[in-house]
C-alpha cells in the first residue's frame, strides 16, 4: 500500500533528491567494521545514495598506527571507496572520527584533509578542547558523535559546532530523543544524522537529504552550515530544524488554568 502524500508536500520533498550518508566505516580501515570499500559502495548504490562521508576511526590505538606511515595506511580505505565511488556514480567524502585519550567520547570532523590528519596524528592527548580550539574554522564543522550513548562524557557547548542528534546504528541506544532535546536547548547552529554504518544489512537506516550534491569536503561543509536540508530515518523524512512555536493564545490558556 503506497502511502498518501499530499501534492504540496510530495514537491517538497522532491527538491530534495540528493541523498547522503554522513557516517560510515570500512574495513579495514576501521577495525570494527564490516564492508570492503567495494561491499560498501555496492549496498549504497542498492539504496540509491548519491554520496557517502568515509568516517573511519581515527585514535591512538588503531591499528593504522602501527604503521610505518599511519595516515597513509589510514587513507587507503578512502582512496578505495573514492575509486569504488567513481565507478559507479556515487560520491565519496573524506571525513574522520577522533577519539582522544581523556575520554571515549567520538567526534566526527567534517572539512578534514590529509594535511590535518598529519598534524594530529601524535597528539591524541590535546583533548577536545585544545583539538577546538585549534582546528576550527569555518570551512571545518567538529561535532560529537551519539553523545548520549553509554560512556560519553558531555562536552561544553562552546567547544563543539553540533551534535549528531540522529545516530541510528541499530546495534546501539544513542538516545536520539535526548539528544534532540538537547541539540535545541544549546541551540547548537549544526545537527546530522548518520547511519553510522558498519554492518551488512545496515545501510539505508539513515539519510541527510540535499537539494545539492557536495562534490568537495568544503562544499559539504557549506550545506551543513546552510541547514537547508532534510533527515531520512528508515525511509521516511524528517525536518531536524522545524519546531512547534506556541502561540500567544495557548500559553495565556496553559497559565489560567
Not at 1 to 8: S, V
Not at 10 to 36: D, F, V, W
Not at 48 to 58: K, L, M
Not at 93 to 108: C, I
Request: include cysteine; charge should be negative; charged fraction near 25%.
Amino acid at each position: 500500500m503506497k502511502n498518501n502524500i499530499p501534492q504540496a508536500v510530495q514537491e517538497y520533498l522532491s527538491a530534495y533528491r540528493y541523498k547522503i550518508e554522513l557516517h560510515a566505516h570500512t574495513m579495514p580501515g576501521s577495525i570494527c567494521g564490516e564492508l570492503t570499500p567495494k561491499d560498501m559502495i555496492q549496498r549504497l548504490q542498492e539504496q540509491h545514495y548519491d554520496a557517502v562521508v568515509i568516517t573511519n576511526h581515527f585514535y591512538e590505538g588503531a591499528p593504522f598506527m602501527k604503521a610505518q606511515d599511519p595516515v597513509a595506511t589510514y587513507m587507503e580505505d578512502y582512496y578505495a571507496t573514492k575509486e569504488e565511488g567513481a565507478k559507479n556514480g556515487i560520491q565519496v567524502l573524506l571525513g574522520a572520527e577522533y577519539r582522544f585519550t581523556e575520554n571515549v567520547n567520538d567526534y566526527l570532523v567534517y572539512g578534514v584533509d590529509e594535511a590535518m590528519l598529519r598534524e594530529t596524528v601524535t597528539r591524541f592527548d590535546m583533548g577536545i578542547e585544545a583539538f577546538y580550539r585549534e582546528y576550527h574554522r569555518q570551512d571545518r564543522l567538529i561535532l560529537q558523535a551519539h553523545p548520549f550513548r553509554n560512556g560519553m562524557t558531555m562536552v561544553k557547548a562552546e567547544y563543539l559546532d553540533g551534535i549528531e542528534t540522529m545516530n541510528m546504528h541499530p546495534n546501539h541506544n544513542s538516545r536520539v530523543a535526548v539528544a534532540n532535546r538537547y541539540a535545541r536547548e544549546k541551540e547548537f547552529p549544526v545537527t546530522v544524522a548518520g547511519t553510522d554504518l558498519h554492518h551488512p544489512g545496515h545501510e539505508g537506516c539513515c539519510a541527510l537529504r540535499a537539494k545539492v550534491l557536495p562534490e568537495t569536503e568544503g562544499q559539504l561543509v557549506e550545506l551543513l552550515r546552510s541547514r537547508d536540508y532534510l533527515f531520512e530515518i528508515g525511509g521516511r523524512p524528517m525536518l531536524p530544524y522545524a519546531c512547534w512555536e506556541v502561540s500567544s493564545d495557548r500559553q495565556a490558556s496553559n497559565t489560567s488554568k
